[in-house]
Nanobody
Framework: QVQLVESGGGLVQSGGSLRLSCAASGGIDSHNSMAWYRQAPGKQRELVAAIERRGTRNYKDSVKGRFIIYRDNTKNTVYLQMNSLTPEDTAVYYC???????????????WGQGTQVTVSS
């Protein structure tokens, strides 16, 4: 059974940085990608960044140049380095293991428990 365990959220001031981690275990061999989503209060969950096992990355436009997604395949772990954070980045961040084809990420039903990121102004 796939398990995704996130860590690294917290409270940070505007302009600050945080790094999220997501460790995956279980049957993810058929998944070629991992991704980070976020959900702010009253809003739909949205894709923030995705990375294929071979390293191809995709980002939501509003985080390009500020966030970096990377992974350690030896540890089945994906990271999200978040820099220049703004209050608009405040959300619960979720990890997902899925597949990516032709630049489109397809989420699986496997989600982490979520980690809260709060950016104060």
């Amino acid at each position: 059974q796939v398990q995704l365990v996130e860590s690294g959220g917290g409270l940070v001031q505007s302009g600050g940085s945080l790094r999220l981690s997501c460790a995956a275990s279980g049957g993810i061999d058929s998944h070629n990608s991992m991704a980070w989503y976020r959900q702010a209060p009253g809003k739909q969950r949205e894709l923030v960044a995705a990375i294929e096992r071979r390293g191809t990355r995709n980002y939501k436009d509003s985080v390009k140049g500020r966030f970096i997604i990377y992974r350690d395949n030896t540890k089945n772990t994906v990271y999200l380095q978040m820099n220049s954070l703004t209050p608009e980045d405040t959300a619960v961040y979720y990890c997902n293991s899925g597949v990516q084809f032709s630049g489109t990420y397809y989420a699986s039903d496997y989600w982490g428990q979520g980690t809260q990121v709060t950016v104060s102004s």
